[in-house]
């Protein structure tokens, strides 16, 4: 694991996508990108909006080639964590050079796809490396499977994040399958959630950010202050032409949390979650 950062934290954004258009594409893929989303153009970014700290997340178009998240971890160790997309298989060496270079999950991008079965033998012993390293598994699924996912990951002793609010629809209201499942799981404290991707809850943005700022009041008692953080989700793939940063630092504001909750939301969780 890289050293700890001397820079003072002042604010983590815990989900963010680094690529360059040049780079060889997943054969199977929901998105090509026709620009760069470079590491300066993300720093900038952060710098420009107070924040200090952020965790690459390997977008699903590269597969598992994290070749381009991990050069961009030896460019800024002290300020970066990542989250990388890897197989089964994968050996613990290679994990390990990993995680010495300040990776410290693996996600699971799991829109569309077949769910995966974690009781057969090549995941389990994945998942027991990914405990013996005390990395996550962060899911990016539909919310009525997170719960039947979520629980057969838990007997490993993972920490499992969730993805952007959980995926739910935001026009089916709080009580739709899967999110109050979400909501009884938050108590257990072994799962995370990212209050991200406001605009992807497929409603309409006024009906998103509805959703969202009930759903907060929610998570904050389910999962506690100490069990969210938030992500800008940037450079906000399939939504550039309409979402920018500025868009999700005042959707985060909109979002009316407490002082004390948005310092736990945007330092001290992210701090210990994603150890920096």
Partial sequence: ???????PITGVDCHAHVFSRELELAAVRRYTPDYDATLAHYLEHLETHGLSHGVLVQPSFLGNDNGYLLAALRQAPGRLRGVVVVEPGISRAV???????????????????????????AWKAFLGDLAGLG??????APVNALPALIGQLMPFGVQVVIDHFGRPDARLGLDQPGFAKLLELGTGGQVWMKVSGIY?????????????????????????????V???DWPHT????SVGFDTVMQQLQALEGSAHLM??????????????
């Fill in 238 to 241: 399939q939504h550039e032409g």
């Fill in 230 to 232: 938030w992500g800008s």
């Fill in 95 to 121: 994990l390990d050079d990993m995680a010495r270079l300040g990776v410290v999950g693996v996600r699971l991008n799991l829109m569309g796809k077949a769910l995966p079965d974690f009781r057969e033998t």
């Fill in 1 to 7: 694991m890289v050293d700890t950062c001397t820079t």
């Fill in 263 to 276: 310092h736990a939301l945007m330092v001290e969780t992210p701090r210990h979650l994603f150890r920096f």
């Fill in 200 to 228: 992807r809850l497929a409603g309409t943005d006024r009906e998103n950010l509805e959703f969202a700022r009930s759903a907060m009041a929610l998570l904050e008692q389910s999962f506690g202050p100490r069990r969210l």
């Fill in 135 to 140: 990395w996550h598994v962060e899911l990016h």
